[in-house]
């Protein structure tokens, strides 16, 4: 996971590549962010060796690679920011803020 620090915020992605198109044909790409990049928990139920794990609940995710060169930086930060915005009101709705 490689870090990045927005407007005061520390989030942690990740990007994701796999086939798609017809028979493996092409390349595509998705961009998935964290808010934590590891999880810490027991190797069996109740004992064993304390492990991390990737942190596999992202908050929100993009199609296409923000490490692409078909984007400008303007465009990336602002479709965080965009994002961000909607990930503090889901928080406001869960307080019960509504209006």
């Known amino acids: 996971m490689k870090k990045l620090e927005i407007n005061g915020r520390t989030l942690y992605y990740k ?59 303007e465009e990336i930060r602002e479709a965080i920011e965009k994002e961000l915005v909607l990930l503090d009101r889901s928080e406001e709705i869960k307080k019960g803020d509504i209006i």
């Open 15 to 73: 990007l994701r590549t796999f086939d798609c198109g017809d028979y493996g044909a092409s390349q595509c790409y998705e961009t998935h962010f964290f808010l934590k990049p590891t999880k810490k928990v027991t190797k069996y139920w109740f004992h064993g060796d304390i492990i991390e794990i990737e942190n596999t609940d992202y908050v929100f995710k993009f199609k296409y690679s923000i490490e692409s060169e078909r984007k400008t930086k």
